[in-house]
């Protein structure tokens, strides 16, 4: 992608944890390696992803999510990021008003 950054890395939640309401200014990629996530986005529906499962979440405020771990195991990603050059991996939000 030209004019894009690309990074890599490893996030765990532990039980009962979350991310944080946030959003990435450019698309993520993740492999969840271990535990469920509880995936709610700005409509509050709460997918899961279980090991073995990809998840890809867009870029842009209008897709502010967050990550929850509901399970009694640490839930573990693997995840490529590709923010514009010079943006951070993700920015907090605010929760959405259906949260």
Known sequence: MPGAGVAGG?????????????????????????????????????????????????????????GRNLGAEPVVLSVIYAPPAGAPLFRDAAAPGCA
């Open 10 to 66: 490893y996030t765990a939640v532990g039980p009962g944890g979350s991310t944080g309401w946030h959003y990435h200014e450019g698309p993520v990629y993740g492999f969840v390696a271990a535990g469920t996530l509880t995936h709610p986005g700005p409509d509050c529906a709460a997918p899961e992803f279980r090991p073995g499962e990809f998840i890809y979440e867009e870029a842009g405020a209008r897709n502010t999510h967050i």
